[in-house]
């Protein structure tokens, strides 16, 4: 069963209780938080305070996205702060080797995160170590922007690998512009987890749209 992870991003943070609540009954897996610092990425989103909250008002698992520079500098607060999984950007740090170790030594599950032009090749040497790839079908920064086809091949190549080296326990997830029409792509090109915001927050149903995108 594809997962689907609600992007935390898009909900209404005047009434930020109720719409978590609202996707938990409605039948999210998880929560996507992307952490954007206005320099890695030109947006900025929120950060620990935010991250707080957000664990207090929901058991559901926390998917933390960390756009920002030097992430090894944030990691272990936000694992203290409920992240379930933490994934970096190779073009963020130095040090990505030592990131994917401090993740995983505190407890949490460890991604690497894919910009549409980065190519899979310089994140093969880290495949077997990490619990999870994040392939980007948007140029990051702000959601509601459309999807970018041409990731797909990148998913299918990855597929091929994930198969070939038998890393059964690799979970594949797709985040930007995801709606009925594009989950189908992702889901067929053997994508485990759908990140959705605008589509989810912006519907009238999040129950029939959360299920909608699962039967993808």
């Known amino acids: 069963m594809t997962l689907i992870a609600s992007s935390v991003l898009a909900a209404d943070f005047g009434h930020l209780n109720n719409e978590l609540e609202k996707v938990k009954r409605a039948g999210a897996d998880l929560l996507h938080i992307d952490i954007m610092d206005g320099q890695f990425v030109p947006n900025i989103t929120f950060g ?24 090894e500098n944030f990691i272990k607060k936000f694992i203290e702060l409920g992240a379930d999984y933490i994934t970096v950007r190779p073009e963020s740090t130095e040090k990505l080797e030592y990131c994917l170790e401090l993740i995983k030594n505190n407890g949490a599950k460890a991604g690497i995160a894919l910009n549409p032009e980065t190519e ?42 994930r198969r070939k080296h038998e890393l059964t326990n690799l979970l594949f997830e797709v985040d930007g512009g995801i709606n009925e029409h594009t989950a189908k792509i992702c889901v067929e090109n053997k994508i485990d987890i759908l990140v959705s915001g605008s589509t989810i927050f912006e519907s009238d149903n999040f129950k029939n749209t959360i299920q909608t995108l699962k039967e993808s």
């Open 48 to 71: 620990i305070p935010v991250m707080e909250v957000i664990n207090t008002y929901s058991d559901l698992p926390k998917d933390v996205h960390l756009m920002i520079h030097n992430p």
């Open 120 to 161: 899979l090749e310089t994140i093969l040497p880290y495949m077997h170590e990490i619990d999870l790839l994040l392939f980007m079908t948007i140029n990051p920064g702000f959601g509601g922007q459309k999807f970018i086809h041409r990731v797909v091949d990148k998913m299918a190549e990855a597929d091929r690998y």
